[in-house]
């Protein structure tokens, strides 16, 4: 018997199943995973995250999508280890008894107004209450990478405009008002680091280590101006006293088109009297004494005293 429209598909309760006259037995079929009291999956199912949640909120009045959960809902950055976690973060607001069911990680946590927002019918932690509550979770390293796709945005003379899930100064202001927040010193000294226009967690990894060693200082999203003052391209991470600019390639970068444009401006780049340093995953698994040294030797050759 297939299952009725409003519920095909995706996870669902017993109880909304029930409403809409699916009888018990059908509930208990042997196509249907049955991950937490009350709740079903079709076992076939490819559904989002958010129909994932859904029955789990429905059950649990009050209650709402927190943590690497709410994360993972915004898009927000994890670290690897995070990519298999099959446990959904559900909280309540202080004064009201923690989630407890099976697979569920419950947490109670001190809302102000504003800190929860409705997704596709999900009370959802928003993408700055979900930073704040990540600091709990995450390294410094992870939380700024985090924090730097939240305020990314770009304003350049050519491609699209990408606009911040969350202004800086916004995000600034946010932590202001959450003095005694359990997470908000590591929040804080994260949020010190954030910088506008880093398009990846790699480039965030790239100009900490770089940061952390002492290096001289390097711009996020730098332009690299022409002889006649107009901007020849944009990279990654530049530093104009030294005229020296980093650029991380990600797995786009592989295609012969994109390949044949890196060539491009590699040579552009020399005319222009900069010195250009290409890294990738392998360099970032060699670490950051790896990353800092490639980075310092090419501040050499263009007069860094070191």
């Keep these: 018997m297939p299952l009725p429209g409003p519920i095909d598909g995706r996870s669902f309760t017993t109880i909304a199943a029930a409403a809409i006259g699916v009888p018990r037995s059908r509930t208990r079929a042997s196509d249907l995973s049955l991950p937490s009291r009350g709740i079903r999956v079709p076992r076939q199912s490819t559904q989002g995250i958010l129909d994932r949640c859904r029955p789990y909120t ?142 990846s967690p790699p480039e965030t990894r790239v100009r900490l280590a770089l940061e952390d060693a002492g290096l001289p200082r390097f711009t996020v999203d730098c332009p690299v101006f022409d002889p006649t003052g107009g901007v020849a391209f944009w990279t990654d991470l530049g530093c104009e006293e030294y005229r020296t600019c980093l650029e991380y390639d990600g797995s786009h970068h592989l295609t012969p088109e994109q390949q044949s444009a890196d060539a491009r401006r590699d040579a552009w780049a020399a005319e222009l009297g900069w010195a250009q340093v290409r890294f990738n995953k392998l360099d970032l698994r060699q670490g950051s004494n790896w990353i800092v040294a490639k980075a310092a030797s090419a501040l050499r050759r263009q007069g860094w005293p070191g």
């Design 58 to 199: 429905e059950l649990a009045p009050g209650s709402f999508i927190s943590h690497t959960t709410a994360a993972a809902i915004h898009g927000i950055p994890l670290p690897s280890r995070y990519s298999v976690d099959t446990v959904l973060h559900l909280s309540r607001s202080a004064g009201k008894a923690v989630p407890r069911r099976r697979g569920v990680h419950g947490h109670r946590l001190a809302l102000q107004p504003g800190d929860v927002l409705d997704r596709d019918g999900v009370p959802v932690t928003t993408p700055a209450r979900t930073w704040l509550d990540l600091a709990g979770l995450l390294t410094h390293e992870d939380l700024v990478c985090a924090g730097d796709y939240l305020v990314c945005s770009h304003q350049r003379s050519f491609g699209e405009t990408k606009r911040a899930i969350i202004q800086l100064a916004a995000l600034g202001q946010f932590l202001d008002h959450r003095s005694g927040t359990q997470g908000i010193p590591a929040a804080r000294a994260a949020f010190a680091r954030l910088r506008v226009g880093v398009d």
